[in-house]
Structures are given as structure tokens and as C-alpha cells.
């Protein structure tokens, strides 16, 4: 019986598995060529701290692609990397058994939408309680209109008034808050605390019929 080290195993279950177009790889554009490959969304803790001082959105994206396609060599950091029409900067690559794996970043937008959370409460009116909506945070936000691609990344149903919102990290804010954004109301229908690391939130939101 043949013994298979794990860097053997680890490049076969690749070619068969990660590389396989009907499991994970997928068709994309690097470098304006068109080529299958593995594209993974990351967020780190430490990039997110940094995205929450600095006001500024990043993308982080991993690739994994099989080095033998890559023409032009391996992408070495600070250098410029085109996926799938949008431009990116490589922050780190390696290689191992004919695989390469390459990390990217790239801006996409910034906290700077004021945006103002509210609850509902019930207050006193001439002696009577009467729920209402009331302030309850308030900050900067990245905010955009959703389309067609985050119905495919998140199963979400969007239409012209549903929009896309990013906050740093708050406790106790809930799918039975409003959101108001330029003197909008918006009910919140979904809230995730990204990888429950307590940095940020996103928020989707649709204005309140």
C-alpha cells in the first residue's frame, strides 16, 4: 500500500475538489482573462479595527487558483490584480503543490451617511401611554442601494427602496427598530453581526410603508 504524505493528499483532494467547476471554482476575470478558480470573501478582525478607525469600507477577498494559469507569474504584494472587472491591490500570495493563493484588497466606500437608529417606546401623553418612536443611536454609516448580485449572495429579496448599511458594532439593535436616513424611515428586516466579532453590523433595510 502506497503511503500518501498530506501536502500529496491536500493537492489531489485540490485538483479533484476545489479546482472541480461543479463543487467550489468557479468562472471568473483575472487580469482580463478568463479562468477557474476559487474567489472567497474574507474579514478579519484586525483589517475590520482598522476599517472601523480609519471611516473607510474594504473588500478582502482570497483566491485560489491553479498556478499553471497564471501567465504572467504570481502576483506579488502592492501589485495591481483585475477580478472580475473591478481593480484590486495584492496584500500577500504563496504557492504550494502547483496551487497559488493570493489576498486582495480594495476600497469600496466609506462611513460617512448620518444615520439615526430608533425604538419603540411608551411614553406618558396627558396621563395616558401612547407607544412611540424615539432616538436611540445615532452615527455614521456606509450605505448603498442593493441589487441583483446581493439577492444571489444572500438570498435576500430587493427591490429600488431596499438598501445595503454597514455600522460599527452596537449592542441591542434589532429587527424591531427603525432606521432614518435622510429623513427616511426604513424598518430593518435583517441584522448580522459579522462573524459575531463584534466590530461591525450590517443592516438591511426597506422603507416603511
Given at each position: 500500500?502506497?503511503?500518501?504524505?498530506?501536502?500529496?493528499?491536500?493537492?489531489?483532494?485540490?485538483?479533484?475538489?476545489?479546482?472541480n467547476g461543479?463543487?467550489?471554482?468557479?468562472?471568473?476575470?483575472?487580469?482580463?482573462?478568463?479562468?477557474?478558480?476559487?474567489?472567497?470573501?474574507?474579514?478579519?478582525?484586525?483589517?475590520?479595527?482598522?476599517?472601523?478607525?480609519?471611516?473607510?469600507?474594504?473588500?478582502?477577498?482570497?483566491?485560489?487558483?491553479?498556478?499553471?494559469?497564471?501567465?504572467?507569474?504570481?502576483?506579488?504584494?502592492?501589485?495591481?490584480?483585475?477580478l472580475d472587472?473591478?481593480?484590486?491591490?495584492?496584500?500577500?500570495?504563496?504557492?504550494?503543490?502547483?496551487?497559488?493563493?493570493?489576498?486582495?484588497?480594495?476600497?469600496?466606500?466609506?462611513?460617512?451617511?448620518?444615520?439615526?437608529?430608533?425604538?419603540?417606546?411608551?411614553?406618558?401623553?396627558?396621563?395616558?401611554?401612547?407607544?412611540?418612536?424615539?432616538?436611540?443611536?445615532?452615527?455614521?454609516?456606509?450605505?448603498?442601494?442593493?441589487?441583483?448580485?446581493?439577492?444571489?449572495?444572500?438570498?435576500?429579496?430587493?427591490?429600488?427602496?431596499?438598501?445595503?448599511?454597514?455600522?460599527?458594532?452596537?449592542?441591542?439593535?434589532?429587527?424591531?427598530?427603525?432606521?432614518?436616513?435622510?429623513?427616511?424611515?426604513?424598518?430593518?428586516?435583517?441584522?448580522?453581526?459579522?462573524?459575531?466579532?463584534?466590530?461591525?453590523?450590517?443592516?438591511?433595510?426597506?422603507?416603511?410603508?
Open positions: 500500500m502506497k503511503f500518501v504524505t498530506f501536502k500529496e493528499q491536500l493537492s489531489q483532494d485540490t485538483e479533484k475538489v476545489f479546482m461543479d463543487e467550489f471554482a468557479a468562472l471568473h476575470t483575472l487580469n482580463l482573462k478568463f479562468v477557474e478558480c476559487v474567489v472567497m470573501a474574507t474579514d478579519k478582525d484586525t483589517d475590520a479595527q482598522l476599517q472601523s478607525k480609519k471611516g473607510v469600507v474594504t473588500s478582502y477577498k482570497s483566491i485560489m487558483i491553479q498556478t499553471s494559469l497564471l501567465n504572467a507569474g504570481i502576483p506579488q504584494p502592492n501589485d495591481d490584480l483585475e472587472g473591478l481593480l484590486f491591490k495584492v496584500s500577500a500570495s504563496s504557492e504550494m503543490e502547483g496551487m497559488t493563493f493570493i489576498d486582495v484588497t480594495r476600497p469600496v466606500g466609506k462611513f460617512n451617511k448620518e444615520i439615526v437608529i430608533q425604538k419603540l417606546t411608551s411614553v406618558k401623553v396627558n396621563g395616558f401611554l401612547k407607544e412611540t418612536w424615539i432616538d436611540d443611536y445615532a452615527c455614521k454609516a456606509y450605505i448603498r442601494h442593493m441589487n441583483a448580485d446581493d439577492v444571489l449572495k444572500r438570498g435576500t429579496v430587493v427591490n429600488n427602496s431596499t438598501i445595503f448599511v454597514k455600522i460599527p458594532y452596537r449592542e441591542g439593535i434589532t429587527s424591531k427598530m427603525k432606521l432614518i436616513y435622510k429623513g427616511v424611515a426604513y424598518d430593518i428586516t435583517s441584522v448580522d453581526n459579522n462573524e459575531e466579532d463584534n466590530v461591525f453590523m450590517d443592516l438591511i433595510c426597506e422603507v416603511s410603508q
